[in-house]
């Protein structure tokens, strides 16, 4: 595994453990050249995903660019980074045993917004604005007051 660090093409696993229910390893790395530290991650991947963008444009599968909208849309609402690490190996179980090797990027919003939804409400807010491109403030009012709980209706 090349360092990132220094570029050094050798390093040395120190710790290895399972992770996110047995479904990674995470693998604690010394570089042998410059002697830093870093984590890599190890997953089965069941098949190459291919994103499918709204301009039909494809490309391969970003875990780290889905798990980096979640992370923002928790981002100071108390949820554990493990937590988050459980919703995207869910979504990614999930899109990878569809039996699809191109999934659109709809998809992965939906599956993304509904395991948001029963985390968070204000993190189900915050990435819908996103996913769904809210540009007044009368999208989110319109989008709150169809909220599933109902706290969103009444003349607040």
Same mark, same amino acid.
């Given at each position: 595994?090349?360092?990132?660090?220094?570029?050094? &093409?050798?390093?040395? !696993?120190?710790?290895?453990?399972?992770?996110?229910?047995?479904?990674?390893?995470?693998?604690? @790395?010394? *570089?042998?050249? *410059?002697?830093?530290?870093?984590?890599?991650?190890?997953?089965?991947?069941?098949?190459?995903?291919? !994103? $499918?963008?709204?301009?039909?444009? +494809?490309?391969?599968?970003? @875990?780290?660019?889905?798990?980096? #909208?979640?992370? $923002? &849309?928790?981002?100071?609402? /108390?949820?554990?980074?493990? +937590?988050?690490?459980?919703?995207? &190996? %869910?979504?990614?179980?999930?899109?990878?045993? #569809?039996?699809? #090797?191109?999934?659109?990027?709809? @998809?992965? /919003?939906?599956? &993304?917004?509904? #395991?948001?939804? %029963?985390?968070?409400?204000?993190?189900?807010?915050?990435?819908?604005?996103?996913? +769904?491109?809210?540009?007044?403030?009368?999208?989110?009012?319109?989008? $709150?007051?169809?909220?599933?709980?109902?706290?969103?209706?009444?003349?607040?």
């Amino acid at each position: 595994m090349r360092c990132p660090f220094c570029g050094y &093409a050798e390093s040395q !696993v120190k710790d290895s453990r399972p992770v996110d229910d047995g479904t990674a390893i995470r693998r604690r @790395r010394q *570089c042998g050249g *410059c002697g830093a530290r870093f984590t890599t991650f190890e997953r089965v991947q069941l098949r190459e995903l291919v !994103v $499918i963008k709204k301009d039909g444009r +494809r490309q391969p599968f970003d @875990r780290e660019k889905l798990a980096r #909208s979640i992370r $923002i &849309a928790t981002r100071k609402r /108390g949820i554990s980074e493990e +937590r988050i690490d459980r919703i995207v &190996a %869910g979504i990614v179980r999930r899109l990878e045993t #569809s039996g699809e #090797s191109e999934v659109e990027s709809r @998809r992965i /919003g939906e599956l &993304a917004m509904e #395991s948001l939804a %029963g985390l968070d409400e204000v993190a189900y807010v915050r990435f819908a604005s996103v996913y +769904r491109d809210f540009a007044r403030a009368r999208d989110f009012e319109e989008f $709150i007051r169809r909220l599933p709980s109902g706290e969103g209706e009444g003349g607040r």
